[in-house]
């Protein structure tokens, strides 16, 4: 009987579903399935790492006018290419034209007059030698008791006279000097506001972010427009427990949200000296009692190592970029 019940149990045992088998075989597979798939994720990581918070950086020159006035020619679009020298817009010259007319005839006048005190100063000394002389023959005269009180004290009156003359002179000759000095720097600042009615790109690159018309009237440091160069680079935000075997040099697989199916080669060129928190406006303050521990990130910045020139990237796009740390 015993042996019967056996047998049947076998029987049972042998006669399962299909399905019930491929039960009990399936959480295995998809098990190990996971272990590998863990394995390869762990690996990855000690080998590569990666972050979301990283974004294209590059220069943005703001244009901004040096002096006022209207907008008198505008010759940039939107998004158009520039290149270093080419001029970009004119503000209306004419007032800064007749300031520098103006202030070279103030330097023409002061030139005359000096031409005018020179003379007279030449006077001043041509009189203070005769007085001198003068007084210097009463003296002796004097002396000798040849000489009236009467001439000596006339002779000392006329040195007197003459020496505050030539004094008086030089004054007005040093003061008119000061003033052409003055009217020469006055006028290379006229030419130089005058120049600066012509603004010339700085750098090659392409116009963003405009915001003026001809016939605007703008004002001293007005942003008007700005002009990004085409070098790029990335500014990745890796969290500080990532860094412990990141360098500089390092190869970087770069993927761009723009361009998904396109990975761009890239290395690492260096890692901020300061975590991102700590760089910014108002750093926190951790000596307080609420404080609460919080992974900090630091920003590491990251340049394209093959030419990009024929991808529209542009600051401000996201990516993910993964660094072979070993």
């Known amino acids: 009987m015993e042996n019967k019940k056996a047998e049947d149990i076998v029987e049972i045992e042998d006669t ?28 990855h990581t000690v080998y590569y790492k990666s972050t979301d918070d990283a974004f294209i950086e590059g220069h943005v020159i703001t244009v901004a006018p040096r002096v006022s006035g ?38 023409e ?80 600042q006229d030419e130089l506001n005058l120049s600066y009615t012509k603004i010339y790109a700085a750098s090659d690159g392409k116009i963003t972010n405009r915001s003026v018309e001809e016939g605007n009237y703008v004002q001293v440091a007005q942003p008007m427009f700005a002009i990004v160069p085409e070098k790029m680079w990335i500014v990745a935000n890796f969290k500080e427990t990532q860094l412990a075997n990141m360098k500089p040099g390092q190869p970087v697989k770069i993927k761009i949200d723009t361009y998904g199916g396109k990975k761009f080669q890239g290395k690492v060129d260096s890692i901020q000296r300061s975590t991102g928190a700590r760089a910014s406006l108002f750093p926190p303050e951790n000596a307080v009692g609420s404080y609460v521990k919080i992974v900090q990130r630091v920003p590491v910045k990251i340049v394209f190592t093959e030419d990009i020139s024929k991808y529209n990237i542009v600051p401000g796009m996201s990516v993910v970029p993964e660094v072979k740390v070993k």
């Open 16 to 43: 399962r579903p299909e399905y019930l088998k491929k039960r009990v075989l399936v959480p295995s597979i998809t098990g190990i399935i996971f272990l590998i798939c863990g394995l390869f994720y762990a690996v």
């Open 70 to 107: 209207p907008v008198l020619h505008l010759n940039i679009e939107d998004n158009q290419d520039v290149k270093k020298g080419d001029l970009l817009l004119e503000i209306d010259p004419n007032d800064y034209q007749a300031k520098l007319r103006e202030t070279k005839a103030k330097l």
């Open 109 to 188: 006048e002061a030139k005359a007059a000096l031409v005018s005190a020179d003379n007279q100063m030449t006077k001043s000394l041509s009189d203070l030698d005769f007085a001198k002389n003068d007084y210097e023959r009463y003296s002796k005269m004097r002396d000798k008791g040849i000489s009236s009180k009467q001439d000596y004290e006339a002779s000392l009156n006329k040195l007197t006279a003459a020496e505050a003359n030539n004094n008086s002179a030089r004054a007005r000759y040093d003061e008119i000097q000061s003033s052409i000095k003055r009217l020469e720097a006055e006028v290379e």
